[in-house]
């Protein structure tokens, strides 16, 4: 049973756009919740983070919302450039636990 | 620059072969974490340690073992390797007690094949 879900396998967006990637969990004990990129032939890479206390953080071009009562978070990219094509996953982790649980990912293509 | 190190980035291995993925990080980090990376699966948790001479299975531990004779070194062992063995396997570090809002950082990746 998928405790982290990222419905969407890809999204193609255009250059200068705004990139919206979402995920949905299921698991309400989850505190931690993680953004990573992947590029074809290398390891993941932290991208952004927020904590289950927060709504919003936002870095640079890239934001993260975080809506508990629909357990749902999301990640925005704006502008999005052609750069930022990768498959994104999300993670969760559980309070007290050191596993971090992922989506399958996105592939983002801009 | 904080480090995880996969030995090799690609490699072919025959059938029922015995292999040996290597890992080591610089880093002083308590835990780490085998993963697989398959097309529209994600990422699958094979085994993790949190501590020397520790292990825990993950999700899809069947085939595989661990070894953690050393903090900074976690090798993924395939017993007898097999064709749906081929991905892409990941290796992992993290600092305990929730300490890093980084969550894990990821070696660069061995691709196995399988023949």
């Known amino acids: 049973d998928q405790q982290v879900k990222q419905n969407s396998p890809s999204l193609s967006v255009q250059e200068g756009r705004i990139s919206i990637l979402n995920c949905d969990y299921t698991?309400?004990?989850?505190?931690?919740f993680l953004w990573y990129k992947k590029y074809p032939a290398e390891g993941p890479t932290f991208l952004i983070s927020?904590?289950?206390?927060?709504d919003k953080n936002e870095d640079g071009r890239f934001t993260v919302f975080l809506n508990k009562s629909a357990k749902h978070l999301s990640l925005h990219i704006v502008p999005s450039q052609p750069g930022d094509s990768a498959v994104y996953f999300c993670a969760a982790r559980e309070g007290g636990s050191e596993k971090l649980v992922f989506g399958k990912g996105t592939k983002l293509t801009v | 620059d904080v480090k995880v190190t996969q030995s090799s980035r690609y490699l072919v291995k025959r059938t029922g072969e015995k292999v040996f993925l290597e890992c080591v990080q610089d880093m002083d980090h308590e835990n780490m974490f085998w993963y697989r990376q398959d097309p529209g699966l994600g990422l699958r948790l094979i085994y993790f340690?949190?501590?020397?001479?520790?292990?825990e299975k993950g999700d899809i531990p069947e085939g595989y073992s661990v070894s953690r004779e050393k903090k900074e070194r976690f090798s993924l062992i395939l017993e007898s390797a097999s064709t749906n063995q081929t991905s892409m396997y990941l290796c992992?570090?993290?600092?305990?007690?929730?300490?890093?809002?980084?969550?894990?950082?990821f070696g660069s990746g061995t691709r196995l094949t399988v023949v």
């Open positions: 927020i904590s289950s206390i927060k």
């Open positions: 340690s949190y501590d020397v001479k520790m292990k």
């Open positions: 698991n309400s004990m989850f505190d931690y």
């Open positions: 992992a570090s993290s600092t305990s007690g929730g300490r890093s809002s980084y969550g894990y950082t």
